[in-house]
């Protein structure tokens, strides 16, 4: 005895200081009430704990712990003080370890110290993923599906627990098995075990429940969030998602005429999903890889838009789909300003279906070009990657573009991010002077080509209709001109008539012929220009001055009649006939003229 004593006495010193962080602060569960919702794909495990502090000194945090089963399946662990009404506040948790336990632990701070003899009222809350398990794991069209639940019978603790009820909510009545350790009581949906009393700390006793659960199976494969910034108002929101059936696989053929005529048939299947888009959401579109999915729905509530995303084809279990949706938002909602100090406050992850279920998550928020000290304040640990890149219109040298990755989440996760930035507001005159620029250089681009000659070689054809060109444009101008001389000289006839001036008759009739002769003078220098570069309008120039000399002499003949009509000697009928005659030839001969000009 004498011999053995000192090894019992080390063995008990190694099994004190296995439990020393435990029973060192001298904590105690008195009461325990969990609820373990398994209605859903989800288990969700709520407890509240009335925590006493049965040491001599007072206590700042006490430990959760999830037993390992479990703990590679947690998705989100959350703590909060409860008071009489409500939870008075979230407490913050930090995972931390304990030597020779197995699974995961976290250290919660408390708000204030809990004293010696206090007790105090904490409610837990855990998210777990996958870890219903279909069984059987395939099934047929019109069969239901089955699941499989293994849990810890006791709360998995470092403190002993005074008294212990647990809760179980199933998804229906239909229950195949369970385990039934202290006399459960079985009620509809609802089991209930314990009371348990004195449970010892990190107790594990297997529960297994086996039942029937037809909730939608939905899981996010991945799913990649870009999210780009614009200063000019405007925030573009797409989501790439990868979504898989994760249920009982489907065994044998699907029948469609099954499936429309009978409602139980596919129970476990997905027609349709509700995804909730911010309330200013706007031109939203839902597509994949054909093109635009045209059996969505939306609608606009006071709070948020819904989308029903409806795939193309039912989702069994083992069945997948992958689709794009994407919004823009107005950036006065999400972006603050002080000066160049700009903060974006958006959800790291939007709601795309009930207890959502994300095995990988990418998010991607593209700032706009030239921001600089770039801070992320996150709610709860992500993983940064490199930052990138990114391209678009009018850019020059790259938009930052922030990238992060998390596994695991779950609708607790949908929470706000908010990214610092500096931003000089003179960069936003850049893209404008871009565009001011380009047409600025296209346009002294055409001035340049237009106007220089970039030809190796002389083309003297080219250079011949040119001069011709030139030559017909001065002989259009000069017979207009002479044109006008008519008209001017047909006022002055018709003063005449009036006047009875004949010293003004005479100065027109000498003006006419004066400037007459000049311009068809001109236009004969012009005619034999054309006939020295060989052209065939020559002849044609010629006709028109022919023609031109017809007129001339009928407008000498139409003041030769006034005369007559004002000295009596010709009556005023017989005039009036004359002049109309007179007129109508010259206009024939006028609108020969016009149809030469335009053969030129």
Sequence with gaps: MTRRSPLVGVCLLLLAALYSEASADGLVNEDVKRTVDLSTHLAKITTEIALSNQGRSAVNSFILAVESGLAPHLAYIGASVKGDEEDDGTLGLQQTTMPGQSGEFYKVQLTS??????????????????????????????????????????????????????????????????????????????????????????????????????????????????????HWGNIAVEETVDLRHTGAVLKGAFSRYDYQRQSDSGISSVKSFKTILPASAQDVYYRDEIGNISTSHLQVLDDSVEVEVRPRFPLFGGWKTHYIIGYNLPSYEYLYTLGDQYALKMRLVDHVYDDQVIDSMTVKIILPEGARNIHVDTPYKIDRMPNQLHYTYLDTFGRPVLVATKNNLVEQHIQDVVVHYNFNK????????????????????????????????????????????????????????????????????????QSRDTGALNSGRKSLEADHRTLTNEISSLQARLKAEGSDLADKVGEVQKL???????????????????????????????????????????????SLLDAL
């Design 548 to 594: 031109d000399g017809q007129v001339k002499e009928l407008v000498c003949r139409s003041c030769l009649e006034a005369e007559r009509l004002v000295a009596g000697k010709v009556k005023k009928e017989a005039y009036i006939e004359s002049d109309k005659t007179l007129a109508g030839k010259r206009q024939e001969l006028i609108s020969r003229i016009d």
């Design 113 to 230: 110290s809990l004293a010696a003899g206090a007790q105090l009222k904490v409610k837990v809350e855990m998210t777990f993923s996958h870890v219903l398990k279909p069984f059987p794991s395939h099934i047929t069209q019109a069969e239901r599906q089955l699941v499989v639940f293994q849990g810890n019978h006791y709360l998995y603790s470092p403190y002993p627990t005074r008294s212990q009820t647990t809760r179980v909510r199933l998804a229906s009545k239909t229950v195949e098995s369970y385990t039934k350790l202290g006399n459960p009581n079985k009620n509809d949906e609802i089991i209930e075990y314990g009371p348990f009393r004195d449970v010892s700390p990190f107790s594990e006793d297997t529960m297994k429940i086996h039942y029937e659960n037809n909730t939608p199976f939905l899981t996010i494969s991945s799913i990649t969030r870009t999210i780009e910034v614009s």
């Design 426 to 497: 003179i960069l936003m005159l850049q893209e404008p002077l871009l565009v001011v620029g380009a047409f600025y250089i296209l346009f002294f681009t055409v001035i340049i080509y237009v106007r220089l000659d970039f030809a190796i070689t002389k083309d003297p054809a080219a250079e011949v209709r040119m001069k011709v060109a030139s030559i017909t444009e001065q002989v259009l101008t000069l017979v207009n001109k002479r044109l006008g001389l008519y008209r001017h000289m047909d006022e002055v006839v018709n003063r005449y008539k």
